[in-house]
């Protein structure tokens, strides 16, 4: 089972923004039997709002539970990726001494 995700409204530097956030068991607050003891770091909810792809905590004053359906699944071909994956780009650091080496004219010193 996926955890569900949400359109969230919350502020980032003063400005309304939107943002899709998923809700985590408070870890300060919830015991293992998932009672409520009371906490000033979720305000009493036993949740707190996460922002899955960077991690970080939202603070949310609108939400709208995602329905998967409506969303798009399948990647379009050829499609640009978020974050750049595949084989590490190789560089040959000799070749950078090698140019060095060419475009210095040689000087002969005289003892």
Not at 3 to 15: D, K, M, N
Request: aromatic share 12%.
């Amino acid at each position: 089972m996926t955890t569900p995700l949400f359109l969230i409204a919350h502020s980032v530097r003063g400005e309304a923004a939107f943002d899709i956030a998923m809700q985590m068991e408070c870890p300060h607050c919830m015991d293992g039997a998932g009672t409520n003891y009371g906490c000033f770091n979720c305000e009493d909810l036993g949740y707190w709002w996460i922002i899955p792809t960077s991690g970080h905590r939202a603070f949310p004053f609108d939400w709208e539970p995602l329905v998967p359906s409506t969303i798009a699944t399948e990647v379009p071909s050829g499609w640009p990726d978020h974050y750049r994956h595949g084989p590490t780009p190789t560089l040959d650091i000799m070749s950078l001494f090698k140019a060095q080496r060419e475009a210095k004219p040689h000087i002969p010193r005289r003892l």
